[in-house]
């Protein structure tokens, strides 16, 4: 049972978050969410995503659309917690200049450094992979699987797969084959000695695969592999889509093409086991799409270069732009309703991280008018009032307005990144 006391680090820890407005774990707890569509459609994909994994489809993803500082954070951190809750595997992404949209091994390897499993720390995803009981009917349906066709995999995938199950005498081989599954290097010849120390020399052929389909295939290879060590399945959180505005135009595309893949609507391409949902600023089909012409311009520059690679990625590209446009949810800005039960919420947590009674916050900072300020803006506002309150009683204080930052899609040339298969 966890002490008082321990409750009071979690309050002041939330506090501390919602002061700097990025949430955390312990705020995200505390509010919760007032997004109930969104919720809503979330959970639904989640209960699917067992099921589908079976019949070898991949559950539609989620993306919905929010100004800066509606809470699009908040709530990708509010939807890990029920996705962790549930049983399932998580990754949170931030799309940066580290981590292009449009490149899926970065995004791979953010996905394994951003992952949670539940009940592990540190290196989540290794962990859980040093647990796994090849002796289980989920770990035999996912080697079976593995060894199939239908996994769509190449066959250095089936082949490390057995050499993980049979190679007792060599770990150093092991953790190497542990760490290729995670997205490094790992030599064919290294795998082929590891294939002739258990007797199975040329059971599988052996080639290079270039590094983006090698990493499209290691979200399908481990999406399968965290159902076979008994979680629920894979969800990917992905967050500021809306740098994807400040890329070049082909860049765009192609960025336009990988929302389409992670929410599930490639033709003849799926990763069961794994849901995406991911976040975007609520003008981007205005002010990128419309505004730079993405949605007429991007699939004809594809067509051009007249090969079946961009014919396809045309058609891709335009289909993650519908997207955007057409299914994106829209966040609820606060009502009067929503900001009292906030607020009264708030106030509930500084009384007891600081074991004081905060006083009534004036009417001029609690009512909504023509939502002028936003929800952040708000909590903010409301912490370092009582902040300021708690520590200088009596005194004439008050807390400064928030800045409004304004989000800008000027194309950066330095957040694009030349991949190595480039």
């Known amino acids: 049972m966890m002490m008082e006391t321990d409750r009071v680090f979690e309050y002041r820890r939330a506090l501390e978050a919602l002061r700097n407005g990025v949430p955390n774990r312990d705020a995200v707890r505390e509010l919760g969410s007032n997004q109930s569509a969104v919720e809503s459609a979330f959970l639904e994909r989640l209960s699917s995503v067992e099921s589908s994994a079976r019949e070898g489809k991949q559950v539609r993803g989620l993306l919905f659309a929010g100004d800066f500082g509606a809470g699009k954070s908040h709530l990708l951190d509010y939807l890990e917690h029920l996705a962790i809750s549930r049983n399932f595997v998580t990754s949170r992404v931030v799309v940066s200049k580290e981590t292009p949209l449009f490149d899926p091994d970065k995004m791979f390897h953010a996905a394994?450094?951003?992952?949670?499993?539940?009940?592990?720390?540190?290196?989540?995803?290794?962990?859980?992979?040093?647990?796994?009981?090849?002796?289980?009917?989920?770990?035999?349906?996912?080697?079976?699987?593995?060894?199939?066709?239908?996994?769509?995999?190449?066959?250095?995938?089936?082949?490390?797969?057995?050499?993980?199950?049979?190679?007792?005498?060599?770990?150093?081989?092991?953790?190497?084959?542990?760490?290729?599954?995670?997205?490094?290097?790992?030599?064919?010849?290294?795998?082929?000695?590891?294939?002739?120390?258990?007797?199975?020399?040329?059971?599988?052929?052996?080639?290079?695969?270039?590094?983006?389909?090698?990493?499209?295939?290691?979200?399908?290879?481990l999406a399968r592999l965290i159902q076979a060590a008994g979680y629920t399945g894979w969800v990917l959180l992905i967050d500021e889509v809306e740098l994807v505005g400040r890329y070049s135009l082909m860049q765009r595309g192609r960025s336009y093409a990988e929302l389409a893949r992670w929410m599930g609507h490639l033709k003849g391409e799926a990763y069961p086991?794994?849901?995406?949902?991911?976040?975007?600023?609520?003008?981007?089909?205005?002010?990128?799409?419309?505004?730079?012409?993405?949605?007429?311009?991007?699939?004809?520059?594809?067509?051009?270069?007249?090969t079946d690679e961009f014919v396809a990625l045309a058609g891709r590209a335009e289909t993650g732009m519908r997207l955007i446009e057409r299914e994106a949810l829209t966040l609820q800005p606060p009502d009067d309703s929503t900001l009292a039960a906030t607020y009264q919420r708030i106030k509930e947590i500084h009384a007891k991280a600081y074991g004081w009674d905060p006083p009534e916050i004036p009417e001029s900072l609690l009512a909504v008018t023509a939502m002028s300020r936003r929800m952040r803006s708000y909590v903010r506002r409301w912490v370092n009032e009582w902040d300021l309150k708690r520590l200088y009683p009596g005194a004439e204080v008050s807390a400064e307005e928030e800045e409004q930052i304004e989000l800008t899609y000027a194309e950066d040339e330095s957040l694009e990144q030349v991949t190595e298969d480039s």
């Open 112 to 221: 394994i450094d951003g992952a949670e499993v539940p009940g592990l720390t540190g290196e989540a995803i290794r962990e859980m992979i040093l647990r796994l009981q090849p002796n289980t009917q989920r770990y035999a349906e996912f080697s079976a699987w593995a060894n199939s066709v239908t996994s769509q995999l190449d066959s250095i995938f089936a082949a490390t797969v057995l050499l993980h199950e049979k190679l007792h005498n060599d770990p150093e081989l092991v953790e190497q084959i542990t760490r290729f599954w995670l997205g490094e290097r790992l030599s064919i010849g290294k795998i082929k000695q590891g294939l002739k120390q258990v007797g199975a020399s040329g059971m599988y052929v052996l080639k290079p695969v270039k590094i983006k389909e090698l990493a499209l295939q290691r979200y399908r290879f």
């Open 273 to 306: 086991g794994l849901t995406a949902v991911a976040a975007i600023t609520g003008d981007f089909g205005l002010a990128v799409l419309q505004e730079k012409s993405d949605r007429d311009i991007v699939g004809d520059r594809f067509r051009k270069k007249e």
